[in-house]
């Protein structure tokens, strides 16, 4: 998979101690299952997330956290689930994520439980984005290609 656009743009991004390496979205329905599986891996080996769970602190402006969270990541990282394809559509958080995650063109999607066609049909654009499928790798692949994306763009 050919991912060295998307690269060249973390790399445009930099490193910092402020800066997140990636913006995770995801639906709320996934928020304790696979979402916190993939932020948990992530971050264990090395990556920094943006993580809603994590990040959003009790009697936050929940819009305005996100935002910022948007603004100091380096990339987006989509999880594409099953409830994701429901959430789309309702333009609700993740509609919203995803719209400026793909403006700023430096977005990465991790389908889980679905495929490309079905994330087509809802969102042409993500769908078009190279990324990765749990059906075709394991999560530790994934989260190693991931990581050592990040990491490339650091050296």
Not at 20 to 35: N, T
Not at 80 to 95: C, E, F, H, S
Not at 112 to 135: E, I, Q
């Amino acid at each position: 998979m050919a991912l060295s656009p998307l690269r060249q743009q973390i790399e445009e991004r930099g490193a910092s101690e402020t800066r997140k390496d990636l913006f995770l979205c995801h639906a709320w329905d996934d928020r304790k299952g696979m979402a916190k599986e993939l932020y948990e891996a992530l971050t264990a080996s090395g990556v920094s997330v943006w993580f809603s769970e994590q990040h959003l602190a009790a009697g936050t402006p929940m819009m305005r956290a996100i935002d910022k969270g948007l603004a100091a990541s380096r990339a987006g990282l989509v999880l594409v689930t099953p409830a994701m394809l429901k959430r789309l559509p309702a333009a609700g958080v993740a509609d919203k994520e995803l719209s400026a995650l793909l403006e700023g063109e430096v977005v990465l999607p991790v389908v889980h439980g679905t495929t490309y066609p079905a994330l087509r049909d809802v969102s042409p654009l993500l769908a078009s984005r190279s990324g990765y499928d749990t059906a075709e790798d394991t999560l530790e692949e994934i989260v190693e290609k991931i990581r050592d994306l990040v990491s490339l763009s650091e050296a």
